[in-house]
């Protein structure tokens, strides 16, 4: 059997064994034509390959070099380096894959940038930084999966093709197989799409929320996760077209409900990187304590990625209404400065500038801001008593901002028919959702994660482009 291999992180856990063992993976450096540091992504550590003097041929030799890819077998012994417990004393070396030296651009001796790396995006994966990203975004995604689990929450598979907008922020890609040269009209001029693929007109999904209430209403918890789409046109380090969002909604839940759930559930996920991906966000803590030192004091972190992270479990979040949050920035010194560039008054969308303020001046912890104007929010939140705010709540993370959007519902048929009109969401397109509220209503709540900043919020990365694999941005698509 060819793939009897051993996980390079499994052999740095145990002590020496004398036993053979077989490993495989892509050569990190090779020093002193005798040390082949090897990693095979199972573990941000490399394993030492010991190659005695004798065992290799000169030919051979010459084709051990960073980047290409070995079979190895030999005896784990306790290592006399410094650095690691245990070395792999070579019996035998294949070469599984050469590498050009010459054409290989990932060498440790230039140290690609983080930039010159999103251009060879195909290559980042064998990188110390980018291994431990995408390990820990693995982690977190799973302890997701754990916690609505183990929560009884049914994971719920909405569909990626819609023909409504979520949202009602008409940032959609349209999704079509009309051909574009000579696309056939109605009578009065316009596209025809009875003749297109759905025979309608439909788009990439901006949320799964409206089909996961739908399912709510049934079996009371559920959440999906699941990539969505938007076509803002926003070239900024926490914006990506095509991202991941994880979105909960349960029945007989209101705003403070949800509150909770949203606290405990960010919580959970935190603690579950910190228990199982210590030396991934060591690493990653080492980088951004480095990365910071180009920058000038006021921009540095306070507290370093670990600490951050334990400071954020060990407190609860701040909870502030819209109101107060606009209070708070009218009376700050960095209103009176003039240093906002956004006007600031009760009505206006937070921004970004606002939320930073908040989270990293003002409380320094997590905040928790519910009751937004109705104006600026979608359709399906439920009204205030007061008539001109909302049950929405956003949660906003020190270096990120909106980490969370989310809100209690508007279960009641009447008021929310009338926000539709008010906000012109085609009601007659929407009976399904509506049918909702007609059978069986309840109270319900629910709220969305972007899962690919809650991986920035972990990892400390500052470009979302960095958390995920493949990167979707005005512009760009490449892989
Ligand atoms: O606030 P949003 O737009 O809320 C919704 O889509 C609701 N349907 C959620 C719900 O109540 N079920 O988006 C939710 C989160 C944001 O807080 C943000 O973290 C993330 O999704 N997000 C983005 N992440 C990356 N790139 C983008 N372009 C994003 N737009 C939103
Ligand atoms: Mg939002």
Request: glycine share 6%; with cysteine; hydrophobic share 40%.
């Amino acid at each position: 059997m060819f793939n009897k291999r051993t996980r390079i992180k499994e052999l740095l856990q145990v002590d020496a064994a004398s036993q053979e063992v077989t490993v495989m993976g892509w050569i990190r450096t090779f020093r002193n034509n005798q040390f082949i540091a090897l990693n095979d992504g199972s573990c941000n550590q490399n394993l030492q390959v010991v190659a005695a003097l004798g065992l290799l041929n000169d030919e051979t030799m010459k084709r051990i070099t960073t980047g290409a890819s070995l079979k190895v077998i030999g005896e784990l012994v306790p290592s006399l380096g410094k650095g690691q417990k245990v070395e792999l004393k070579a019996t035998s070396i294949e070469i599984l894959g050469d590498c050009d030296t010459e054409k290989y651009p990932l060498q440790l001796k230039n140290r690609p940038g983080l930039e010159y790396l999103r251009e060879i995006a195909h290559l980042r994966f064998r990188t110390n930084t980018f291994g431990a990203v995408f390990r820990i975004r693995h982690s977190l995604a799973f302890a997701i999966h754990k916690f609505f689990n183990d929560k009884g929450f049914v994971y719920l598979h909405t569909p990626v093709i819609t023909a409504s907008d979520a949202e009602g922020a008409g940032e959609m890609f349209r999704v079509t197989t009309l051909p574009f040269d000579n696309p056939p009209r109605t009578e009065d001029g316009h596209i025809n799409f009875k003749e297109d693929f759905f025979g309608k007109s439909t788009n990439l999904t901006v949320s799964g929320q409206l089909e996961g209430e739908l399912a709510a209403m049934a079996f009371s918890d559920i959440y999906t996760f699941g990539p969505t789409f938007r076509a803002e046109n926003s070239n900024t380090t926490r914006h990506l077209a095509e991202f991941w969002m994880i979105e909960p909604e349960m029945a007989f839940y209101d705003i403070e409900d949800n509150m909770n759930l949203a606290e405990e559930f960010i919580k959970y996920i935190i603690r579950y990187a910190m228990d199982n991906n210590r030396e991934d966000l060591e690493f990653l803590a080492q980088r951004l304590a480095e990365e910071e030192k180009q920058l000038p004091q006021d921009k540095r972190g306070e507290l370093g990625l670990i600490e951050k992270l334990e400071f954020v479990l060990n407190n609860a979040f701040e909870r502030i209404t819209y109101t107060e949050a606009i209070d708070i920035l009218l009376n700050s010194p960095a209103y009176k400065k003039k240093k906002f560039q956004y006007e600031v008054k009760w009505g206006i969308d937070l921004q970004s500038e606002h939320e930073r303020y908040l989270v990293e001046k003002h409380f320094r912890k997590p905040v928790i801001v519910t009751g937004y104007p109705a104006v600026i929010k979608a359709f399906y939140m439920r009204i205030n008593e007061d008539g001109k705010t909302v049950a929405a709540m956003d949660i906003l993370a020190p270096g990120i901002g909106e980490i969370v959007g989310g809100s209690q519902r508007e279960e009641r048929l009447e008021r929310l028919i009338a926000r539709m009109q008010e906000m012109h969401v085609p009601v007659e397109e929407m009976q399904w959702y509506l049918d909702t509220r007609r059978f069986g209503s309840v109270p319900h709540a629910g709220f969305g994660l972007g899962f690919e900043r809650m991986v920035q919020f972990v990892t400390g990365m500052t470009n979302i482009r960095d958390v995920i694999p493949f990167a979707r941005t005005p512009k760009n698509c490449e892989f």
